[in-house]
Every structure is written in C-alpha cells, then in structure tokens.
C-alpha cells in the first residue's frame, strides 16, 4: 500500500485549538470483518492489532477522571475485540451513552449473532454503515454479499426496537461517496434512504450521516495509484467553508488508538500524526487538553468542504 502522509503538505488550514472534551472515541482495534475500499483505518481480516484489558482499564479510569458522558467506539470492527462487551457494560454502569460504530455484516457473522440483542440490552446508539441502499454499489465498495447481509442485520435491529419511533433505541446510518467526490446535500439523501429502504425491505432507521471520504490509508491509495489524490486534496481545498470550523469534531472529541496513545481524531490517529503536533501522548500520562493546538495537514478540508463532515454527518 502507498503512503499518501507524504502527499500532505501543511499547505494553509487554519490553525484551531481544542475546546471542552466532551467525547472520547476509542479505537479497540483494526481488525475487521471487510476490508471495504473507503475505508480510512485499512482495516481488515488480517489485522492483529486488538486493545488489551489493560487499557480498557485505563480508558475507563480516564473517563472518570473527565467525567465524560459519550464513548465512541470504533475500529476496524470493534465488535471483535474481546473486552468490547465489558467496556460497554462497565461504561453503561456509569451512565454514558455508547456509540457503536458497526458495519452490520458483523451482526450476522458466526460467533456475534447474539450481538444484536446485547447491544439492545445495553441500549447501546448504532451508527451503522451502509455506503448506499444500492446492492450493486454496497457490494463494490465492501465485497459480493454484504448488501444482503447488511439488510439482514438492519431488519433483525428493527425487530428488537431500533429506528422505530416509540423507541429510544438510535439506529443511525452512514453514507461514503463512491469515489472522489463531496457527499450530496444530507437531509434529500436521508429521504431517499428511508423511501427506498422502507418500500423494499420495511426498513426504518432515524437519521443519515452523510461523510466525505478522508483522502488517508486505504481510499488515499487507491486515489493515489489512480493519479486522482491531488485533484481530490484540491476539490476538498476549493470547496474550504469557514463556518465549519467551529463544528469539527476535533474541538471537543479525543482520539485514543488500540494502544493507548491519543489523538486529535481518528484521521490523525491513522496518518500517526501525535496530538497537538507533539512528540506520542499516552492516555495514563495526558494532563492537558483544553486550549491546545489541533495537529492540521490538507486532509482536514474534508472535514470543512462543503456541508463540513464529522463523525455525526454534515456539521451545517
């Protein structure tokens, strides 16, 4: 694979410094499931890297020492880390809202079908992606069945209560453009997701997050070896909107990698990029954060192109 960090120049990204930490989101590890061409992680089967209990340990000691009311997990699939379900359990002890990041095949995969039900259990928020409600353009970007697979999953999360209205279940959904191109406007999208995905397979979810492909790791390559990387970091700078500045996700969110150390966000954690442009700050060690400087390269304008994009979908 093509390092594309090379390819990120400083260039002229506004400086901006963090705010209250509000979110934590942990990355338990890269394996996955897929190994879907978007992805900006590189995860996949073959990946080994897993967050220890040790850790877990300490990403609960540093939430109560915040007293942090979100957790974000993400990964690879952080389904497959085996201390997911007790960081869940132990965080739901606490009161925070969990965010799982799920890709949904894993849902019907062996040895995570009672997945589902748990989650529901712990009345755990779904963030699920679903790059299209296409079968043919879902099978493209993550490989031959996982459109079906997909659909599967959704349905048996709608039988246990989730995106239905009188529920407090949230099924979220998550849309990636196919190639190099900005997401369309979010709220027309989300209409034609719910239409089409009601009238075929009487499926119902509560909101889309629309998110614009951050040009780093696996989809950074795949524009790289293309030739289409720089034509993309300069759509994204074209495209530059300030009033996002003061939505993205960096501000009040922190970034924690399998190992511990923290990032500004999940796309630096990627490039390795340390927080505040530092030398590696490990969790256990982390004094301040309030106030200091955001690590910056070109990939940020994904985040402010356009309709600006975070973890949570079009940010205006």
Not at 56 to 69: G, H, Q, S, T
């Amino acid at each position: 694979m093509q390092n594309t960090l090379s390819y990120l120049q400083p260039s002229t990204f506004p400086p901006i410094a963090r705010q209250r930490l509000e979110v934590l989101q942990v990355n338990l590890g890269y394996l996955c499931n897929l190994s879907c061409t978007h992805c900006h992680v590189n995860a996949g089967p073959k990946r080994t890297e897993l967050m220890e209990k040790e850790t877990v340990d300490l990403v609960l000691a540093f939430i109560d020492r915040y007293a942090l009311k979100i957790l974000d997990l993400t990964g690879g699939a952080p389904e497959m880390n085996p201390w997911f379900r007790y960081l869940i359990q132990e965080a739901r002890l606490r009161g925070l809202k969990v965010i799982d990041r799920c890709n949904l095949v894993i849902l019907q995969t062996e040895g995570y079908r009672d997945l589902a039900e748990f989650l529901a259990a712990q009345e755990v928020e779904i963030v699920a992606s679903l790059p299209c409600y296409l079968q043919d353009n879902v099978d493209k970007q993550r490989g031959k069945g996982t459109f079906d697979l997909s659909i599967a999953a959704l349905q048996e999360l709608n039988a246990l209560g989730y995106g239905q209205e009188d529920s407090n279940l949230q099924l979220n959904l998550v849309f990636n453009p196919q190639g190099p191109t900005l997401p369309p406007e979010q709220r027309a999208l989300e209409q034609a997701y719910k239409h089409h995905l009601k009238q075929n397979f009487g499926i119902v979810f509560n909101q889309l997050f629309a998110l614009t492909n951050l040009p780093i790791q696996r989809f950074g390559s795949v524009l790289l070896s293309k030739g289409q990387l720089h034509g993309y970091l300069e759509l994204l700078q074209s495209n530059f909107n300030a009033a996002t500045l003061d939505k993205v996700m960096c501000r009040n969110t922190l970034s924690v990698d399998w190992q511990g150390f923290v990032y500004d966000c999940d796309f630096n954690q990627m490039l390795g990029l340390p927080l505040g442009g530092a030398a590696k700050v490990h969790l256990s060690t982390l004094t301040q954060l309030e106030g200091q400087a955001i690590h910056t390269l070109q990939h940020c304008y994904a985040c402010t192109a356009g309709q600006g994009s975070s973890c949570g979908g079009v940010i205006l």
